[in-house]
């Protein structure tokens, strides 16, 4: 085999540092859906291109685009942040309302805690946990179930499941993934807009 055979061509996503807004995109499709109605269209429309364009002319607006393509985000919900834009779009186009919790206010939980926390939200219908991760990978992602033994993800960079031996809250090792508590963000559609849904 030649070498210019045995170099694998570069991933979409592998270098930039575009995680952030993936997780946010795919923590809101989780939990309200791919697409809205759009009344000038008289058509359904894609949620996920309005909600990247938005996302995207934030960045570039503020002058982060930049850093974050090489850099990526240590904390995707900065004031007025990813999470914040997200809800806004959500209740525009979908006239729903999103519901946004820091998980913790404290990094000093345990494991269990933190797997109790995230079975207890993602035991309600429409609903995600929006992660960050650190050890092993430092990686934003959208959690969409969890398990006794592992966390389900909707992930862009492919990531399927991590299992739960393989977290840690305590330490950052690279044979582990650490979980920050305090990045860890809750996601659902608020009560009151799942009860008019279903009249």
Known sequence: MSDEESVMPIRQGSIDGLCGVYSVMNATEVVIGKF????KLKRKASQ????????IKYLAKDEMLEEALILGFDD????????????????KYQKRKLRKQIAFDTDDVTLEQYWEKLSEHLSQPDSAVIISLSGR??????????????LILSDSSG???IARNLCTIETES????????TLTYLLSVERKDRDECVR
């Open 174 to 181: 690279r044979e582990m993934y650490t979980l920050w508590p």
């Open 159 to 161: 990531i399927r499941q």
């Open 137 to 150: 990978i430092k990686h934003w992602t959208c959690v969409r179930r969890i398990t006794p033994g592992a």
């Open 36 to 39: 809205h109605y759009d009344r």
């Open 76 to 91: 995707i919900d900065a004031k007025g942040g990813f999470i914040d834009i997200a809800i806004k779009s959500v209740k």
């Open 48 to 55: 996920r291109r309005v909600l990247y364009k938005t996302l």
